[in-house]
């Protein structure tokens, strides 16, 4: 109290009972002499919480149960992977089936980012399985999906804490990671068209380097401009204006114009280019079936032929097109297509891409396995592998002008390129 009358004014003021060393010990009583105050300076932190304040959004909380001890608040941000393509902008107005989508998306995200995960492992500790052209296109799309679902799953965390440049950030991220997706979607249909079609550009010097500047950096220059001229382009989006009257807010592209210019203008170039190389390799391998049914495995059927075909659709990413039904009385079917094929994309990938693949599975009984489903390292399936792929070589690099060494190239090629295809 002398300081405070020697200030002139005192900001508080703290009352000290006389009994409050009385249970001390003497020796005690000498260490008691001091006394530490803190004084902040905003009083965020001590004020008397409802759901929703105390620096966390308001939007999705509401109350369960207040006592003079706790409050117990429950949050919901509901969001469904069709956010991210959502040519309405509109959103569902069920609270129920936000919350259907919302649980298959998450479900669907966390399974691929553990089996794209997987994907790369596989392929990245297996060196035999990584000397194509096509296995490297495959690992940097699965790299991309991988952080597309990992930054997708915190968004809806993010955007409940008041950080405007942590939303600005995620959002921006997420725009980068999906456009990265959509463009090593199109290396992939680029890749197997300059394959089957042209047979030997893929031999140019320093191929691998070029797709992979053009598959990280296209994508790069178009946000950095996005977020160049206005970066509260990207923030907080209220998705979702339920009956009840809540909403929901996610870190993604706020403004229209560059959604539809950046996000689906983008997707649909790559679409296109996806879908007509999806045309193409199909009319060219069924005409080599007819010409050719001599180089066509007798084992080869129909279910087969449609498992290599569902693999490439899931590869190409022709699975986001079912953004482009989601309208009017088809808004909530497609949605749900949308969100079930996109959400569970990686899982898709490690299937036709992994388990299925007779070399993939090879590569796992010969280092994974033990006792009877362990293959020795120098098997007859290896050296038979070995023989066909130096063959498949050879017909490649050949340069003979007549029809049928050209087939040869094609179906070589269409088999290296897909990893699905059977000559």
């Known amino acids: 109290s002398s300081r405070s009358k020697r200030s002139g004014s005192a900001l508080g003021s703290v009352l000290l009972p006389s009994s409050l060393t009385a249970g001390l010990s003497p020796q005690q009583q000498q260490k008691a002499n001091r006394v530490q105050f803190t004084f902040y300076t905003k009083p965020t932190l001590f004020q008397v919480l409802s759901c929703g304040k105390?620096?966390?959004?308001?939007?999705?909380?509401?109350?369960?149960?207040?006592?003079?001890?706790?409050?117990?608040?429950?949050?919901?941000?509901?969001?469904?992977?069709?956010?991210?393509?959502?040519?309405?902008?509109?959103?569902?107005?069920?609270?129920?089936?936000?919350?259907?989508?919302?649980?298959i998306t998450y479900i669907g995200c966390g399974m691929s980012a553990i089996f794209l995960a997987f994907t790369i492992l596989t392929y990245l500790s297996f060196p035999k399985l990584l000397r194509d052209i096509p296995a490297k296109i495959l690992v940097q799309l699965c790299m991309s999906l991988l952080l597309l679902d990992l930054v997708f799953l915190l968004d809806g965390w993010l955007a409940l804490y008041p950080a405007t440049g942590l939303c600005i950030s995620t959002a921006f991220f997420l725009h980068y990671f999906l456009l990265t997706s959509f463009t090593w979607a199109g290396m992939e249909a680029l890749h197997m068209y300059l394959s089957i079609v042209r047979v030997f550009t893929p031999y140019l010097s320093r191929y691998m380097l070029k797709f992979t500047l053009m598959g990280w950096g296209i994508p790069l220059i178009v946000v950095i401009i996005v977020i160049s001229v206005d970066k509260n382009h990207y923030g907080l989006v209220t998705y979702g204006k339920y009956t009840d009257g809540t909403s929901d807010d996610f870190c993604w592209v706020r403004n229209n114009t560059v959604f539809y210019v950046g996000v689906v203008a983008y997707f649909v170039l790559i679409f296109i280019l996806c879908l007509v190389v999806f045309i193409v390799v199909m009319i060219q391998l069924s005409r080599i079936k007819k010409q050719n049914p001599q180089n066509q495995s007798p084992n080869r059927g129909r279910i087969s032929d449609l498992r290599s075909v569902a693999g490439l659709i899931v590869l190409l990413g022709l699975t986001w097109g079912f953004a482009f039904f989601a309208w009017g009385p088809l808004y909530l079917p497609f949605v749900y297509l949308f969100s079930i094929f996109n959400s569970l994309t990686g899982f898709f990938i490690f299937i036709f891409h992994c388990a299925v693949k007779e070399n993939v599975r090879r590569q796992w009984r010969t280092y994974l396995c033990c006792g009877k489903l362990r293959l020795a390292e120098n098997s007859e399936w290896s050296r038979t592998a070995t023989q066909n792929n130096r063959t498949s070589i050879a017909t490649a690099t050949t340069s003979a002008p007549h029809f049928t060494s050209r087939s040869g190239s094609v179906i070589s090629n269409a088999t290296n390129c897909s990893g699905m295809f059977s000559v």
């Open 54 to 103: 105390g620096g966390w959004s308001t939007f999705g909380c509401s109350l369960v149960n207040a006592t003079s001890e706790k409050t117990t608040c429950s949050c919901n941000h509901l969001t469904s992977f069709a956010i991210l393509l959502d040519l309405s902008r509109e959103a569902i107005t069920d609270r129920q089936q936000a919350q259907i989508l919302t649980f």
